[in-house]
């Protein structure tokens, strides 16, 4: 029930492509949904984060689209760059409490 | 600047030791956690705490021990139970129904 499941494991991709990573989770009462952006040796960052009022959120090049009905939410990345290339999870908790919880992670690579 | 400071960054210790990491956040965030993750897994929760002097249980938290004295601090215990310490431990912070700050991390050995 409070699952995060995120796909796929790992993602190569070239430069300038687009990246796409999913999760899907089972919990309706799940309202808030941030992306973390990590790189290595570092803290997760938030990248972009989004309320299941809206079906998409673009911040630069990077979009969340969400899926109420399907239980689905996926974080598009335009132009990809060797700079994005870290580890990306996706997160999802109720408003009414604080506790995240984390996909699996996502490791893209962006060849030059 | 308003900011989660882990310390130290990497920490080594020997068999049968206690270690101590120490998690301080100047947000004003009631919530605070611990993750411990392994090289090129995911976050596993250890411990959280929403309020001073209370905390609960994650889903790794066997072998581990933290306080909640202060607001601002929330200091993990790496125990001599933990049979597996070495990881990468992350501390976060957050305020109800937002994301979580994390800190940068700090990287346990055992020697």
């Known amino acids: 029930q409070q699952q995060v499941k995120q796909s796929p494991q790992s993602l190569i991709v070239q430069k300038g492509g687009i990246s796409i990573i999913n999760c899907a989770y089972e919990?309706?009462?799940?309202?808030?949904f941030p992306w973390y952006q990590q790189f290595p040796g570092k803290g997760p960052a938030l990248l972009i984060a989004i309320r299941p009022d809206v079906s998409e959120k673009k911040e630069g090049r990077f979009t969340i689209s969400f899926n109420k009905s399907a239980k689905q939410f996926s974080l598009h990345i335009m132009d990809s760059q060797p700079g994005d290339s870290a580890t990306y999870f996706c997160a999802a908790s109720e408003t009414s409490g604080s506790r995240l919880t984390f996909g699996e992670g996502t490791q893209l690579t962006v060849n030059p | 600047d308003g900011g989660i400071t882990q310390s130290p960054k990497y920490l080594f210790r020997k068999e049968g030791q206690n270690v101590t990491l120490s998690c301080e956040q100047n947000?004003?965030?009631?919530?605070m956690y611990w993750y411990r993750q392994d090289p090129g897994q995911g976050l596993r929760l250890i411990y959280y705490?929403?309020?001073?002097?209370?905390?609960q249980k994650g889903d790794i938290a066997e072998g581990y021990s933290v306080s909640r004295e202060k607001k601002e601090s929330f200091p993990l215990t790496v125990t001599s139970a933990q049979k597996n310490p070495t990881a990468f431990y992350l501390c976060?912070?957050?305020?109800?129904?937002?994301?979580?700050?994390f800190g940068s991390g700090t990287r346990l050995t055992v020697v």
């Open positions: 919990n309706t009462a799940f309202d808030y």
């Open positions: 976060a912070s957050s305020v109800t129904g937002f994301g979580y700050t």
């Open positions: 947000l004003n965030h009631d919530a």
């Open positions: 705490s929403q309020i001073v002097n209370d905390f």
